[in-house]
């Protein structure tokens, strides 16, 4: 039998612990260690996560022969450097989103992954729904006729509260965008894959409705919850990102389309959503209900697509692992991702040659340029070209 794929998960908050379970579902591949900041926290870590190796320093587990690929669950500030570090030590690399903290950085990563040869990806991982895979299908099949215009939303209210505190806030930490960069750019990644079109032009309203937070002294999480606990202490921090933004955009053929994105939005918790109207139909597909595509007619009834294997198009089949009714949601989005990504690695396909079926370094950099384009917008008050 072929030895395992080995991989090692550097960052251990909310979704590198996403990552552990999503690749521990492949038969092949092992994750071998982790790393997080401090030996001591990395080994407690590595305890409840059933991790074999454990590194204070990310800089040893790149040093582990073993590892062939490394997983990049850092925060965002921390993203270019170890992914470049990643690269240079020859190991396939698969990071999380935002890919550094500029678009000139993120273009220096692609250049530098390509020079080294190794198989980059991005975990934009909204595009691996066996539905985002049927719609891409169906709309490359012209079922929808022209698409004329995309629209929707993805909100949040885990940042609804002024007292609601998390590293994502703090631009030197999260970046000069919020909002958009950490969910907007999903939005974003999953029409332009589902469309086939590219966003090049944006007109942008941002809005920070705390412009100051009041931060609890204590430690907090993304999507974290204070259960019950009495926080008594806050001190003020100013916020320079988005809390809300809307956006009109143009696509590359002259379409059109319009998002919103929210982390203050009460009762949203995950809620990404957009609809195609098209020259023949429509289609509406929403994230928290995604074994669903509402399909809209003009001249007879609308129907609702289940999501199904026996009926999906044969593109859309592999992504679907159980049978029609056994809905499966976020978690096998992400094992998707993965599944695409260690395949490629498994087959022993070409970066530079070969088409990805996941999204690379090169849509984390169209990503950088698209937040960049809608951070210019807002400033100047203009529409504003998307530079890549
Ligand atoms: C936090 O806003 C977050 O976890 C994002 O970072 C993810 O990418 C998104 O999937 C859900 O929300």
Redesign the pocket.
């Known amino acids: 039998m072929k030895a395992k794929i080995k991989a090692g998960i550097i960052g251990t908050g909310?979704?590198g612990p996403a990552h552990i379970e999503a690749v521990r579902r492949l038969e092949f591949v092992e994750v071998i260690a982790l790393a997080q900041n401090g030996e001591e926290s990395a080994r407690i870590k590595a305890e409840q996560l059933g991790v074999p190796l454990a590194y204070g320093d990310y800089k040893d587990l790149l040093r582990n022969p073993d590892i062939e690929v490394v997983h990049n669950c850092t925060p965002n500030h921390l993203h270019n450097q170890i992914n470049r570090e990643i690269i240079e030590a020859g190991k396939h690399v698969l990071s999380?989103?935002p890919l550094a903290m500029s678009s000139s950085e993120s273009s220096e990563l692609l250049a530098l992954a390509r020079k080294h040869g190794v198989v980059h990806g991005v975990?934009f991982?909204?595009r691996q729904y066996p539905m985002m895979k049927q719609l891409a299908e169906m709309v490359k099949q012209e079922e929808f006729g022209r698409i004329n215009a995309v629209h929707g939303s993805y909100l949040?209210d885990?940042l609804l509260y002024e007292t609601d505190y998390n590293w994502?806030l703090d631009d030197k930490t999260g970046g000069r965008s919020r909002a958009i960069a950490?969910?907007g750019s999903?939005w974003c990644d999953t029409v332009q894959y589902v469309t086939g079109k590219k966003i090049k032009q944006v007109f942008a309203d941002l809005w920070t409705v705390h412009p100051i937070r009041k931060k609890p002294v204590s430690q907090a999480i993304?999507?974290g919850v204070s259960k019950g606990e009495q926080i008594s202490k806050y001190e003020d921090i100013p916020v320079h990102t988005e809390d809300y933004a809307s956006v009109l955009i143009r696509f590359d053929d002259g379409s059109k389309g319009a998002f919103t994105v929210s982390?203050v939005s009460a009762g949203r918790k995950?809620a990404l959503s957009f609809e195609l109207n098209g020259s023949r139909k429509s289609a509406y597909w929403k994230q928290e209900e995604p074994a669903s595509l509402w399909i809209g007619h003009r001249d007879r009834f609308n129907e609702v697509l289940m999501a199904d294997p026996a009926l999906f198009l044969e593109e859309a089949r592999p992504s679907i692992h159980h049978p029609g009714g056994h809905t499966e949601g976020?978690p096998d989005s992400v094992k998707n991702m993965m599944l695409q990504y260690y395949t490629f690695i498994r087959e022993g396909k070409d970066p530079l040659k070969d088409k990805a079926n996941f999204a690379t370094f090169e849509d984390g950099h169209l990503s950088m340029c698209i937040m960049e384009a809608i951070l210019k917008s807002h400033k100047d008050e203009c529409w504003v070209q998307v530079q890549q």
């Open positions: 909310f979704i999380e989103k975990n991982n909204y949040q885990w994502r950490d969910i999903h993304t999507f982390q995950n976020w």
